[in-house]
């Protein structure tokens, strides 16, 4: 396969653990990428754990990189919006880390997104003129039944993965404060 290189655009794939207030507590995750491919919308990926060694080779590629945060407060608990508010702080940090200034910037977000997270979202960024946030809902109740809707960007499909990793594996706050894509988000 070959991938297609854009510098000037970023793509980033957000996702949570789905684990507010267990254990150490929330994980939100970005992954970015610069590559067009994995903006784009496939269908019939199978969201498996055990995808989890093809995730982390995708993810440390040369042209993708993540950060990831945790939340631990119980108001985070049952909150839609983690992703709208915390999201928006990991880009900038990655930003900051490499210096880059995108001519486009392409957000998705698993799960819900209202109209007002999206403005939200967008004005954390007043210098991109050229953005895209959208979101994918990946689970849904059909038939009284949960069911996952396996259409999202690679992004999104590999910070699910991700996310769930990270909260599985780790037993203490301790082990992510030093994790070296770890951001302390306030």
Request: charged share 25%; glycine share 4%; aromatic share 12%.
């Amino acid at each position: 396969m070959m991938f297609v290189y854009q510098k000037e655009v970023l793509i980033v794939g957000g996702d949570d653990s789905n684990h507010a207030g267990d254990k150490v507590g929330e994980v939100i995750v970005a992954i970015f990428s610069h590559n067009y491919e994995d903006s784009i919308v496939k269908r019939n990926l199978k969201f498996s754990r055990g995808y989890l060694e093809k995730t982390i080779n995708w993810v440390n590629s040369d042209r993708r990189d993540y950060r990831f945060t945790l939340l631990t407060e119980d108001k985070y608990r049952h909150s839609s919006a983690n992703l709208v508010y915390v999201v928006p702080k990991l880009i900038s940090n990655y930003l900051e880390d490499t210096n880059e200034n995108p001519e486009v910037l392409k957000i998705y977000l698993d799960g819900f997104l209202s109209s007002h997270g999206k403005i939200h979202i967008k004005k954390n960024f007043p210098g991109i003129n050229r953005m895209v946030v959208d979101n994918f809902i990946k689970k849904r109740k059909e038939n009284g039944k949960f069911s996952k809707k396996l259409e999202c960007p690679l992004v999104v499909y590999h910070a699910d993965i991700l996310a769930h990793f990270l909260f599985k594996s780790t037993t203490s706050i301790e082990n992510f404060l030093n994790h070296s894509k770890f951001v302390l988000v306030k």
